[in-house]
């Protein structure tokens, strides 16, 4: 799994626990937007990611067979995380919580609450308010967040099993906007910190993994991509480039230059 | 009465007529819905699934059918 690079040097890594639970992999996947299912359930396997995210909704009746997520995953191989995303207040989010929890997979919750249609930025408030509600009915959240690091660790202290700032705005592809907030919240907690939302290629998942963070998760930049497994693969290198190059330690940033060849030896 | 007549209930924001004295996995049947694959709020209480054979659909309720779907 994601581990492979890291284990060939032997540098020393454990899994990503959360809420007691083991993953080998930390890549976290979509599975919305993809053209066909089977782009998706091909993408979800070269990413190499253990967890994909769900979503909770009305079945369609009108169509003559409904194509649930189900049909194409199998909960056995995969552990499935129901999301609250669409949910603009604490009750609606409590509310597909326990609608997801009924559905028999888990505890576990991605607790999404949006407080802006444009920019689908979370209502923080809202998130921390559903989140103790939450927490007290024995879910396991992991709460998506602003890069506030007030607000990851009202999070925290509400019990949340993971907190999950946003690299930059869901669907934007922008990247990780600001790595000091992020880094910084990765410092002060001691759960989990996954980061959600905005990773665009590769070297955002990258750049993301080297600020020290214990997970990504990702869905539009695998689902629109020209070829969503091709960049599924390039985002599962991606992430273990940057959690390698974390482990490693990278040398210290110069505002001036230093040879790489000796001094002493030149020629008179 | 038990099995005579129709009723409205509404069911995913929609109103339909259906055969009364069904139960929820009867309701469930007859939309061509796998009962283990769905889940079911009725007037804003959630069911177990090992209620679907006892509850009855009664005239006015307010059901929801969800199932999970692609997200992230």
């Not at chain 1, 669409?86 to 989010?93: L, V």
């Not at chain 1, 576990?108 to 930025?121: A, M, R, S, Y």
């Not at chain 2, 007549?5 to 819905?33: A, F, K, M, Y």
Request: proline share 4%; net charge negative; aromatic share 4%.
């Amino acid at each position: 799994m994601t581990d492979t690079a890291v284990t060939e040097t032997g540098v020393k890594d454990g899994p990503l626990v959360i809420a007691g639970r083991e993953f080998r992999s930390r890549l976290i996947v979509g599975t919305g937007k993809y053209r066909t299912n089977r782009l998706m359930v091909d993408a979800i396997e070269a990413s190499g990611a253990e967890m994909v995210t769900v979503a909770v909704r009305r079945i369609d009746l009108d169509r003559t067979r409904e194509e649930g997520i189900l049909y194409h995953l199998d909960p056995d191989r995969i552990f499935l995380l129901p999301n609250t995303a669409g949910c603009y207040t604490a009750e609606d989010a409590i509310r597909y919580a326990r609608l997801a929890r009924k559905a028999g997979m888990s505890d576990f919750v991605k607790l999404e609450v949006i407080g802006d249609e444009h920019t689908l930025l979370p209502d923080v408030q809202a998130t921390l308010q559903a989140a103790k509600a939450l927490v007290d009915e024995g879910f396991k959240v992991l709460a998506y967040t602003n890069e506030d690091v007030v607000a990851a660790l009202r999070l925290e202290d509400a019990g949340c099993a993971a907190v999950m700032p946003l690299a930059s705005p869901i669907g934007s592809g922008l990247g990780l906007v600001n790595p000091y907030y992020v880094r910084e919240i990765k410092r002060r907690l001691e759960v989990p910190v996954i980061v959600d939302a905005g990773v665009g290629t590769a070297s955002d998942a990258c750049e993301t993994m080297e600020q020290g963070m214990d997970g990504i998760l990702m869905n539009t930049a695998l689902a629109e991509a020209g070829d969503p497994v091709a960049m599924a693969r390039a985002m599962r290198l991606g992430v273990e480039a940057g959690r390698l190059a974390y482990l490693a330690g990278r040398m210290p940033k110069r505002e001036w230059a230093v040879p790489s060849s000796p001094t002493a030896g030149l020629l008179a | 009465m038990r099995g005579t007549g129709t009723i409205e209930v509404t069911v995913n924001g929609v109103v339909r007529e259906i055969e009364g004295g069904r139960s929820v996995r009867q309701l469930l049947e007859s939309l061509d819905l796998h009962p283990g694959l769905v889940v079911v709020e009725r007037n804003r209480e959630i069911l177990d699934r090992e209620q679907y054979d006892r509850i009855e659909v009664e005239a006015g309720d307010v059901l929801e059918l969800v199932h999970f779907v692609g997200g992230g």
